[in-house]
């Protein structure tokens, strides 16, 4: 069983937003003491765009600052906040750990920005 479900994602133009969920598929979403939200745009290597703490700091990629948002109830559910979406926001989206050894990682939700 994939331990954590990424949903959300869509085709959305310039200039919009989405919201995606991650949903732990048993147990509390905080497995650690920090989840993240992580994109993979084709041909290029994952990268992390948001993290989220236990305590509730926050840190984003310098790209998406301003406009995204992450969150949780702390309970099942990460959550990204992405507004004024560009191209190149373009990416299949995952939440996981944030440490050496996260997760196994699961299919994530595709988000694709284009008009």
């Known amino acids: 069983q994939v331990p954590l479900v990424e949903s959300g994602g869509g085709l959305v133009q310039p200039g919009g937003s989405l919201v995606l969920s991650c949903t732990a598929a048993s147990g509390t979403i905080f497995s650690s003491d920090a989840m993240g939200w992580f994109r993979q745009a084709p041909g290029k290597q994952r990268e992390w765009v948001a993290i989220l703490t236990s305590g509730g700091s926050t840190n984003y990629v310098e790209s998406v600052k301003g406009r995204f948002t992450i969150s949780s109830d702390y309970s099942k559910t990460l959550y990204l906040q992405m507004n004024n979406l560009n191209p190149d926001d373009t990416a299949v989206y995952h939440c996981?750990?944030?440490?050496?050894?996260?997760?196994?990682w699961g299919q994530g939700t595709q988000v694709t920005v284009s008009s």
């Open positions: 996981n750990e944030v440490s050496d050894q996260p997760l196994p």
